[in-house]
């Protein structure tokens, strides 16, 4: 340790608000150059590079093979493939000293698709599985919690192609399997949930979530059963809809009542027999959602089915400009008003009859209103936003439960969204081209450094699953300045390491405690003591990082103590 780059901290940096944060800073394992980037010292990367081992052995037990693409990739594969709008201001871009275009890869779907139509020629030569761990750099607006969300990264990033869905679902199974070992090898509890695909792209995909209270991610998960999904995905039970013969449409004037529980107020009717307008700019064009109202907008879905990148709610004026009345507006008899629109409805609109919507004037409502009568949505799409206690979707009956959680690793069904437009086929055993069945599986590596860290930790410092540990022992000197003490530390960290385990001697000129305070702090998994008194009785006290009590062991019998307190953290981490 007195060789070793970097230093500990007795306190957190102001701007470090969550455990893994704090800790990673205090404990050395990496240093922040600027908003969202760090370099990583020693100690730091010598967790990464074991969690790196982990991800490498799973992969290569996936069948995947590992290569290395690129981090400069022309733009021109971005807009031959379509995604160039979808990232948005995320991308870095620069131009070459040619005045070329030029992105640092966010992402190398692009790339592999180009690699496998230079490559892949025939039916023949599938299924092909490869991955690559290299950096990625995201443009991200605010970059937050140490690791959690970054501008350079570590990413493990997969891709497979297959002949058809059979062979793709193969495929897809053991990148799950993979994943679901990694996050038990590196002692981190994941839940697999479904999720939105985003600029990714794709037919589906699934998220692996690390439940955590810091977690930027909301997740519905349901108690009675398996069904899990990140809240901009999910699904719910909408319940038994309004219903009744379509009575006649009669206008009711409501003054002053301009929101949804007002209302229902005001004329005794259920949330759920009101409709709900909301006015949005989806890419700039004007868009009018309808939903039941007491349902609530789940703005990405509504994104997703208007095929836009960007929505938000329209300003008051942008409102009016439009010739809509806030509080008070709905489709009825608004034609030449929707004409530059889209109008969208959700899925409970159709459903329910004899609703309360706007009158689109101040003032007034009207009664029974009923989709396909009085009016008619161009889209009708699931727009709803799951909240805690709404009935799970697969009827079970129990109801959803909303958690927070940091999304660790996301596995897609990509389809042939890139193999199509970047022309990237094979020849069949039919002697036709045929376009492969992609996919793509992601790890952010830090991210899950992160983790680890916020699973295991206590006051103290860090508590690393041995897996993962920069080191197995932490061997402290007390009195290492004395001849017998320095010889005694020589022969401890030579056998230790001569079983195969790795130290971090701490040989520095420093009292005890501060040196007990840095083996809290660095939380190797064992630590194991050598001082004077121990001499004199001839052991050596051992313990281990999550126990109570040190324990003195005959320092014959060290090295054995050793393994039993690695192998049961070991066991528990998994």
């Not at 023949?124 to 690559?132: A, F, K």
């Not at 909408?238 to 004037?253: F, I, M």
């Not at 396909?372 to 439960?401: E, F, K, N, Q, Y």
């Not at 991210?447 to 540990?469: F, K, M, T």
Request: hydrophobic share 45%; proline share 5%; net charge negative.
């Amino acid at each position: 340790m007195s060789a070793l780059f970097g230093r500990t901290l007795r306190e957190a940096p102001a701007e470090a608000e969550t455990a893994n944060h704090q800790l990673l800073l205090r404990a050395g394992l990496a240093v922040q150059l600027a908003a969202g980037v760090y370099s990583y010292m020693p100690l730091g990367w010598r967790a990464l590079r074991k969690i790196e081992d982990i991800i490498r052995d799973e992969m290569d037990a996936a069948g995947a093979q590992e290569l290395l693409m690129p981090a400069i990739q022309p733009i021109e594969l971005w807009r031959e493939a379509g995604r160039l709008e979808a990232f948005g201001e995320t991308i870095f871009r620069f131009a070459d000293r040619r005045g070329r275009e030029q992105v640092l890869a966010p992402t190398h779907e692009e790339s592999v698709t180009d690699l496998f139509r230079k490559t892949v020629q025939s039916y023949r030569d599938l299924p092909r599985r490869v991955y690559q761990i290299q950096n990625k750099f995201r443009d991200e607006a605010r970059p937050r919690g140490g690791l959690i969300r970054v501008r350079q990264f570590i990413m493990k990033d997969a891709y497979t192609f297959d002949a058809d869905d059979e062979a793709f679902q193969a495929s897809y199974d053991a990148m799950d399997r993979a994943y679901t070992n990694i996050w038990r090898r590196v002692g981190v509890p994941a839940t697999r949930v479904q999720a939105d695909s985003g600029a990714i792209g794709g037919k589906s995909s699934h998220e692996f979530i690390f439940l955590t209270g810091i977690g930027e991610d909301t997740i519905a998960t349901c108690g009675a059963c398996d069904y899990a999904a990140n809240q901009e995905r999910a699904e719910f039970d909408r319940g038994a809809p309004a219903g009744g013969a379509p009575g006649p449409l009669t206008p009711v004037e409501t003054p002053g009542v301009t929101t949804i529980e007002a209302l229902a107020n005001f004329l005794d009717v259920p949330a759920a027999g009101t409709a709900k307008a909301g006015m949005y700019l989806a890419d700039g064009r004007p868009a009018f959602a309808v939903i039941r109202g007491d349902l609530e907008f789940n703005e990405l879905k509504l994104a997703n089915s208007l095929g836009a990148r960007e929505v938000r709610p329209m300003t008051d004026d942008e409102v009016a400009a439009e010739g809509w009345v806030a509080g008070y507006a709905s489709p009825v008899g608004l034609e030449d008003a929707l004409a530059n629109a889209t109008v969208i409805a959700d899925t409970s609109i159709p459903e329910a009859s004899n609703l309360v919507a706007g009158g689109n004037r101040a003032d007034l409502h009207l009664r029974n209103v009923n989709h396909g009568r009085d009016w008619r949505a161009d889209i009708v799409a699931d727009l709803g936003l799951a909240r805690a206690g709404d009935p799970c979707p697969t009827g079970c009956g129990a109801a959803l439960a909303l958690d927070r959680g940091i999304e660790l690793g996301h596995i897609f069904r990509l389809g042939t969204v890139f193999s199509e437009p970047m022309q990237a086929d094979f020849s069949g055993a039919d002697g036709e081209q045929h376009l492969p069945i992609m996919g793509s599986y992601g790890i952010g590596v830090e991210r899950l450094l992160a983790a680890v860290i916020e699973q295991n930790h206590d006051e103290h410092g860090i508590i690393w699953p041995p897996s993962v540990a920069p080191y197995d022992v932490h061997l402290v000197a007390i009195g290492f300045d004395r001849p017998e003490v320095a010889a005694a530390v020589a022969e401890t960290e030579a056998a230790l390491e001569a079983a195969g385990l790795s130290v971090l001697s701490d040989d520095r000129d420093e009292r005890p405690g501060v040196k007990f305070t840095d083996a809290d702090l660095l939380g190797m998994p064992v630590r194991v003591t050598v001082s004077p008194r121990n001499l004199k009785q001839d052991v050596v006290e051992v313990k281990a990082r999550a126990a109570a009590e040190a324990e003195s062991v005959p320092a014959s019998a060290l090295i054995d103590r050793v393994r039993a307190l690695l192998a049961a953290a070991g066991d528990g981490a998994s």
